[in-house]
DNA sequence: AAATGACATGTCTGATTCAACATGTCAAGG
DNA sequence: CCTTGACATGTTGAATCAGACATGTCATTT
């Protein structure tokens, strides 16, 4: 179910057709919410149509068609906002492998977090860089739109994500040099 | 393929029966990493069985079949572990909710925000409390389990995410009161 | 002796999802 | 004119997954 509305809260922004909602998956959404292939967008957005909660509002070049959301499928999408189902799906391979982490040895885990550390760090950079640039772009004094908030979110979460991944590396470090200076245990 | 890596991962540290590793997945794995029901988790035993990366070592009371993990199994789990795909698999029904946030209005959103500040700082508490527990319980100096990095990460992360939701709630009330203040804009 | 509830393992149907296959358009460069 | 590459939309078959159904055990309580 979540893809129909991960489909919907993106034409709520504006209408686009299944090329753009791909792009828009791959640029935002699949990295932190929610991944999905144009093999499923394209059949979904057909039955979302068939459902009246988006329309065709234009047909364009290369047999392009441009959706649209319409009122029925807002009405749809903000009761789902508002109506959290109890218990959420999450799928995170990435957290699963820290999951797993303790069935490593401290060489072995050390080999795992480095990349951690290193990756957090780099995608930590393009979001400040990314956010800084539309903060400069927009005049001071304007609205923010809710949008900054979510960025913000994923900003807090990488640079989360990256001081423990330090803090672990130094851990595993401690835990060994405390073994060594006391080979007896 | 997450699924059978995760079952490889629980069994790594004990054998375990497929009810145990529904449980395990129920307390540890499902609301951060990987969600699995027990009728995916049977089937994928089984597979794992026949592929010889677990065996069954005991069968016990109420059919009750105990499994271990193999020496293949281990192998198998490890390479996993070292050599990750290049795109994770991210699925979050709840931080999708957080991207569709700009398509509410500030009292909705208000409305979705207050539960998850609620919601993370009931989570934080849980964890912080079984941690103190887990770490009272340990004699000092001891080496600590891999197994408490993961923990930590839980605990930076739920943090995290009730700094941000406070952070965020009053984020609009600023740019509401800032409205209010400015009502030509 | 019967009822209840936790324990325990499975199957089945339909929905979701993935990877691969398939087709064609249009613009720019050689 | 031909090639390349970005644009654009789909289908198909296999695998995965969810929710419901199904079955039975064992310990405790009544």
Redesign the interface.
Known sequence: M?LR??LL?LL??EPASGYDLTRKFER????????AQHSQIYPELGKLAADGLVEVIAEGARGRRTYAITEQG?TE??SW??N??D??????????????????D?E??R??LR?VAQESARELATLRESLDRAEATAPP?T????????A??GL??F???H??AL??LD??DQ?EA??AARPA?
């Open positions: 979540s509305y991960a809260g709520a922004d935002a959404l699949q990295r932190y919410a929610w991944h807002r999408l903000r906002m508002l959290p189902p218990v959420f799906v999450v799928r995170h391979e990435f957290v699963l492998r820290l999951f797993l982490l303790s069935t490593l401290p072995d885990a080999a795992v990349p004094g609205e923010l739109a809710l949008g900054r908030l979510v913000e979110y807090r979460s640079q989360t994500m001081d423990w803090w672990a851990r595993i835990v405390a073994k245990g």
